[in-house]
């Protein structure tokens, strides 16, 4: 076992710390025909994390999901892995890792708890990934140190009570003073980990889009802000409760009521959001698809151990033939969504857009394919199936999030259809 990563197997836990991501190019040359695991360093992360969600994630799940309640202690115990930073690169305290990582990563952790997962993938994709890529020299040496650690906890607010598949026709503005600092207002909805507990802390650090004006064909412009806990205008306006799924990740509504922020934390130009907004979203798209895998893992072993167990009219479950299609049908499916979620993370290189067809086909897929499967392996489960101590009902209530989340099915399709027409030899490549 190398070194660069963390081995459950020993004493002491010592941090993910892989070397920089390699071109999908360069992997693509290895004699290795497991595209969920290409190179031994991403095995043993998959078995690193499979073992310490096992320990750690899994015992608190179903009781997190009940009371409605985020864990951010065991987030914040991430830190120590290695793995809030897990895309970052090492300089900043990040991991260095490549989209294959971060994909085993939600996977792994979604089989055991996706709303817990979802926290984990608003901090380390939506706000540290963006900033490693995104932010200036400065952000990145002051702020990625603490988010990559788990001194602090980040979010990523675009969406808002009227705006959400819509971007463009958000309304959170952002004017700059005499002084170069900018002042916004507006509310943004939604936000996961936008508080982190039940006292409506809000997050510790907010990656937020807003409005600054119109560029000169007319067209909305969008900029980038990094607003921190402690600013003077930005407040939790409520922490929403009773959500169908993901009720052990936070979600709450932010407010920015004439919110100062430095003109240092502004993100990249005035009006450049859309550029790096595109980027990161695939990279959203592609670890909610690997959610939506590890819900489909787990479903699937749990109908099949259940199958074998459970008799009726002197026979096992597992013998008739309508549980055996839902086995058999499940199975398959969860074998295309593999596929198609690794095969999409070898080709994603973090940083870059152009991988927007099958981000969104990914996650268009395997969003609905876990939510059949879950939902089959409720039906085999009968009863049992529907109560909170078998996971397969909070499996089921959770992928449906999967579904609206990160774009919704309906803005997939119509990317999917959009850039076909653009670049309709896609189809024969
Ligand atoms: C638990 C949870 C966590 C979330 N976390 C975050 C977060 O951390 N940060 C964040 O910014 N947002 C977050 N969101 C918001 C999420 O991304 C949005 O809910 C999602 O983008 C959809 O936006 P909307 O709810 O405003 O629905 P709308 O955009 O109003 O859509 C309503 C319906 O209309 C359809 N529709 C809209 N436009 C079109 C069109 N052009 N063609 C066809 N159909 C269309 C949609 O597909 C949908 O079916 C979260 C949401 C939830 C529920």
Aim: proline share 3%; with cysteine; hydrophobic share 35%.
């Amino acid at each position: 076992m190398s070194d660069a990563l963390w081995g459950i197997k020993r004493q002491k836990p010592i941090r993910v710390c892989a070397k920089s991501q390699k071109p999908p190019h360069e992997r693509a040359s290895m004699s290795n025909t497991d595209i969920a695991n290409p190179t031994e360093e991403h095995a043993m992360l998959r078995e690193m994390v499979r073992d310490w969600t096992k320990e750690y994630v899994e015992p608190q799940a179903h009781q997190h999901d009940k009371e409605e309640k985020f864990n951010l202690p065991l987030l914040r115990s991430m830190g120590e892995l290695g793995l809030l930073g897990i895309s970052a690169p090492e300089e900043y305290g990040g991991a260095g890792m490549d989209a294959v990582a971060c994909t085993i990563v939600h996977e792994e952790l979604s089989a055991s708890d996706p709303g817990f997962t979802l926290a984990y993938l608003a901090h380390s994709m939506l706000f540290v990934n963006n900033l490693a890529y995104n932010g200036t020299e400065e952000q990145k040496q002051r702020i990625l140190p603490k988010v990559c650690s788990g001194e602090w906890i980040g979010a990523m607010a675009m969406s808002e009570p009227d705006a959400g598949t819509d971007v463009l026709g958000l309304t959170t503005s952002a004017v700059q003073q005499d002084d170069g600092t900018w002042v916004l207002n507006g509310r943004k909805m939604w936000i996961t980990n936008g508080c982190i507990d039940e006292d409506g802390t809000p997050a510790d650090v907010v990656w937020v889009y807003a409005r600054t004006g119109e560029d000169e064909r007319g067209r909305v412009q969008l900029s980038t802000f990094l607003v921190e806990a402690g600013m003077p205008g930005y407040s939790v306006g409520q922490k929403i409760y009773d959500k169908t799924g993901m009720r052990a990740s936070n979600t709450a509504e932010l407010v920015f009521d004439d919110c100062v922020v430095p003109a240092a934390n502004l993100v990249g130009e005035v009006g450049g959001s859309m550029r790096h907004m595109m980027g990161n979203l695939e990279l959203e798209r592609l670890t909610l698809a690997a959610m939506s895998l590890g819900i489909a893992r787990r479903s699937l072993d749990e109908m099949n151990r259940y199958a074998t167990d459970r008799t009726s009219f002197g026979s096992k479950i597992r013998d008739f033939g309508q549980i055996q299609r839902h086995i058999g049908e499940s199975f398959a499916k969860y074998r295309a969504m593999r596929a198609y979620v690794y095969d999409t993370a070898n080709n994603l290189t973090i940083g870059t857009a152009g991988q927007r067809l099958d981000s969104d086909g990914v996650k268009l897929f395997a969003t609905t394919a876990a939510k059949e499967i879950a939902d089959a392996a409720i039906q085999v489960l009968g009863g049992y199936g529907y109560v909170g101590e078998y996971h397969v009902e909070r499996l089921w209530r959770d992928s449906k999030l999967l579904e609206i989340g990160g774009g919704t099915l309906e803005s997939h399709q119509k990317n999917i259809t959009r850039d076909l027409f653009k670049d309709g030899e896609a189809i024969n490549r």
